[in-house]
């Protein structure tokens, strides 16, 4: 049998998964709300390439949130859907820590270092 601590961290971890699933679901939607509110009845033209926008950097995203540019809105949102799997390895590790299962805090960390390496090493997979 499971004991409180287990159980308690488990809980944990499945509040992370569905606040980061939720909130990303919630921030994509208020960024598509202000994007088709503001682009909705522009026609795109395709005859031109304007290059990569300016929210694809994170000072750029920031910028576009604080300035309410619903593409750069749903580019966060997009990237709080993507790291709440790795948040969650995160809280795995801290549950492991408490409960001194040193085992499974060196892979659970060996997994966010290879998870980091290839985030910055532009080589995922």
């Known amino acids: 049998m499971a004991n409180l601590k ?7 971890i499945g509040w992370v998964l569905r606040i980061g699933v939720l909130g990303s679901i919630a921030i994509v939607l208020f960024g598509g709300i202000i994007y088709i509110y ?8 395709y005859q031109t390439f304007t290059g990569v926008p300016d929210f694809v950097q994170p000072g750029g995203i920031i910028n576009g949130i604080l300035t309410f540019r619903g593409r750069a809105i749903i580019q966060a949102g997009i990237i709080l859907l993507i790291a709440t799997p790795i948040i969650r390895v995160v809280f795995s590790a801290i549950g492991f820590i408490i409960e001194k299962d040193y085992l499974y805090v060196g892979i659970t960390v ?12 532009g080589h995922a997979g």
């Not at 060996?110 to 090493?121: A, Q, T, Y």
């Open 38 to 45: 503001r682009h909705g009845h522009t026609v795109p033209n």
């Open 6 to 12: 287990d159980t308690d961290i488990k809980t944990a």
């Open 110 to 121: 060996s997994v966010l270092l290879i998870i980091f390496i290839s985030m910055l090493s």
